[in-house]
């Protein structure tokens, strides 16, 4: 029977890349929300409001990201 073991090389690339693109993405979410509700002078609620929206629109990004990173990326090896 073939034993599967784990690819750390891919395993440690593959944690990286979303650590990284995470901490973009949801800074960018925050400063844009933070930004936008300040030009537009909408209040503390509404500068809330939409950093909430634009890190769930962050969030999904990532979800979707990391999807198709790990369909392609190999994490195991088989023997």
Known sequence: MAERHTNWR??????SLGIL???????????AGWALAGWLELGT?????????????AGYGMLHLMRR???VEHLTTVD
């Not at 891919?10 to 944690?15: A, G, P």
């Not at 693109?21 to 400063?31: K, R, S």
């Not at 609620?45 to 629109?57: K, N, P, Q, R, V």
């Open 21 to 31: 693109i995470a901490v973009e993405l949801f800074g960018v979410a925050l400063v």
């Open 69 to 71: 990173v790990l369909k």
């Open 10 to 15: 891919s395993l440690t690339i593959v944690v």
């Open 45 to 57: 609620l509404f500068e809330y409001a939409m950093m909430a929206i634009f890190s769930g629109f």
